[in-house]
C-alpha cells in the first residue's frame, strides 16, 4: 500500500510517499480502509520530531483519520466489518490501510462524511474539552468568549459550540472573508486583527470589562495580549501555538488579576503519554465525542472542508494549513472517497 512514512524527523515538505506493508490487526486492534485524513499544525510537529511525543522510526504520518472497517482483532466488540468509523489514533493515517487500538476508534453517525468525521474527532472533540471540562474553560450562558484563529478547524469549533453553550463570542481573524464566516458561524462580535488592535476592541466591545474565557491555539503575543483584556477571574485555555511562539506566561498579571491558565493536550486522554492512561479515560473520550456527535445529529455543528486533496498532495495541503490560507478542514482523500470526489490519487 501507498503511505506517507517518517524515515527521520524533518521537516514536512521533505517527507515522501512510498510503499508500505500492510498492517495486520492484532489484539484489540481494528483495521480499516482509509477514506479520509485530517490535515493540521499538529502533524508538521509530529513528523519533524517537535510534537510532545515521538513516535518510533520509521513510521507513517497522520493520526486524524476515517475510514470503513476490514477486520477486527481479538478481543474487539465494539466494531464489525463494513462499520463507518473515525478516530485519533498513535499514528499510521497517511495511508490506503491502517489499524488502530479499538479504543481509539468511534462509530460516526449515518449522515456523517469521512472528511467531516476527521474534524469531529479531532478538532471538535478539542474544542469540545477546553470549552466543557470543568477543571479547563467550563463556559456557562452568559460568559464572553473570546476565541482566536476562528476560521481554523479547532478555531471554527469553538466559535460554533460557544453559542451552543450560551456564551457571547468574540471571534478574531485575518481577512474580510475570514470575517464573513465567523459572523456565518454564530460569532457575535469579530475582529479583523490585521486592522485594529483586538485587546482594544475586546475591552471596547465589553464596555472596559474583558472577556471571561479565551481561546487560544495560536500563542504568541496572542497570548500575552488576551491577558491584557481579561475580566478578573478569567481562563483563558493554550492549546496550541500556531504562531510558533510559545509565551512567557507574566505571573504578575495572573496574581493582580486571578486569572486562571489551564493548558489542554487532548492527546493525552488518548494515549500520548509515556503512561497510556487511554483506557482509564476511555468512559470521559467516549462521552465527550458522543456529546459532539449529538450536537451534529441535531444540526447544531457544521464542519465546513476548505480543500480537498489526494494523498499524493500532502505536502501540498500541510503546507495550505501553515500558510494559514485554509478556512475550514483540510482533507486527503483515499480509495472510494477519493473516486467519490474525484480527486485523484
Not at 21 to 35: D, H, I, M, N
Not at 142 to 152: E, K, Y
Given at each position: 500500500m501507498r503511505a506517507v512514512v517518517v524515515e527521520e524527523f524533518k521537516p514536512y515538505d521533505q517527507h515522501e510517499i512510498?510503499?508500505?506493508?500492510?498492517?495486520?490487526?492484532?489484539?484489540?486492534?481494528?483495521?480499516?480502509?482509509?477514506?479520509?485524513?485530517?490535515?493540521?499544525?499538529?502533524?508538521?510537529?509530529?513528523?519533524?520530531?517537535q510534537?510532545?511525543?515521538?513516535?518510533?522510526?520509521?513510521?507513517?504520518?497522520?493520526?486524524?483519520?476515517?475510514?470503513?472497517v476490514t477486520?477486527?482483532?481479538?478481543g474487539v466488540t465494539r466494531f464489525r466489518p463494513g462499520d463507518r468509523v473515525c478516530g485519533l489514533i498513535d499514528w499510521g493515517a497517511m495511508a490506503e490501510e491502517a489499524v488502530a487500538l479499538e479504543v481509539s476508534l468511534h462509530k460516526m453517525p449515518d449522515a456523517m462524511s469521512f472528511g467531516e468525521a476527521t474534524a469531529i474527532a479531532s478538532s471538535y472533540a478539542t474544542s469540545a474539552a477546553a470549552l466543557t471540562w470543568p477543571h479547563l474553560l467550563?463556559?456557562?450562558?452568559?460568559?464572553?468568549?473570546?476565541?482566536?484563529?476562528?476560521?481554523?478547524?479547532?478555531g471554527m469549533a469553538a466559535v460554533e459550540m460557544g453559542k451552543i453553550l450560551g456564551a457571547?463570542?468574540?471571534?478574531?481573524?485575518?481577512?474580510?472573508?475570514?470575517?464573513?464566516?465567523?459572523?456565518?458561524?454564530?460569532?457575535?462580535?469579530?475582529?479583523?486583527?490585521?486592522?485594529?488592535?483586538?485587546?482594544?476592541?475586546?475591552?471596547?466591545?465589553?464596555?472596559?470589562?474583558?472577556?471571561?474565557?479565551?481561546?487560544?491555539?495560536?500563542?504568541?503575543d496572542v497570548f500575552m495580549q488576551s491577558l491584557r483584556c481579561m475580566a478578573?477571574?478569567?481562563?483563558?485555555?493554550?492549546?496550541?501555538?500556531?504562531?510558533?511562539?510559545?509565551?512567557?506566561?507574566?505571573?504578575?498579571?495572573?496574581?493582580?488579576?486571578?486569572?486562571?491558565?489551564?493548558?489542554?493536550n487532548l492527546g493525552y486522554y488518548f494515549g500520548w503519554s509515556p503512561?497510556?492512561?487511554?483506557?482509564?479515560?476511555?468512559?470521559?473520550?467516549?462521552?465527550?465525542?458522543?456529546?459532539?456527535?449529538?450536537?451534529?445529529?441535531?444540526?447544531h455543528l457544521a464542519p465546513p472542508i476548505d480543500k480537498v486533496f489526494p494523498l499524493s498532495q500532502f505536502r501540498e495541503a500541510l503546507g495550505r494549513v501553515l500558510a494559514r490560507e485554509s478556512i475550514g478542514r483540510v482533507v486527503l482523500a483515499v480509495n472510494e472517497e477519493a473516486e467519490r470526489l474525484g480527486v485523484g490519487a
Open positions: 512510498r510503499e508500505w506493508p500492510s498492517p495486520e490487526a492484532g489484539p484489540r486492534q481494528v483495521k480499516f480502509r482509509t477514506q479520509a485524513i485530517g490535515v493540521s499544525f499538529a502533524e508538521s510537529l509530529l513528523v519533524s520530531g510534537y510532545q511525543r515521538r513516535p518510533p522510526l520509521p513510521f507513517v504520518a497522520g493520526f486524524e483519520v476515517a475510514g470503513i477486520e477486527c482483532g481479538e467550563n463556559v456557562q450562558a452568559g460568559d464572553w468568549l473570546l476565541v482566536h484563529g476562528a476560521t481554523g478547524g479547532v457571547k463570542v468574540i471571534a478574531t481573524a485575518g481577512s474580510p472573508e475570514k470575517i464573513a464566516l465567523t459572523q456565518a458561524r454564530g460569532a457575535d462580535h469579530s475582529i479583523n486583527y490585521r486592522e485594529q488592535d483586538f485587546r482594544d476592541a475586546v475591552l471596547e466591545i465589553t464596555d472596559g470589562r474583558g472577556v471571561d474565557k479565551v481561546y487560544d491555539p495560536v500563542g504568541g478578573p477571574e478569567g481562563r483563558i485555555c493554550p492549546i496550541g501555538f500556531a504562531s510558533g511562539t510559545f509565551p512567557q506566561i507574566p505571573a504578575n498579571i495572573l496574581l493582580v488579576k486571578n486569572l486562571t491558565v489551564c493548558g489542554l503512561d497510556d492512561k487511554r483506557y482509564e479515560y476511555e468512559g470521559l473520550t467516549r462521552g465527550l465525542v458522543g456529546q459532539v456527535f449529538d450536537w451534529y445529529e441535531a444540526g
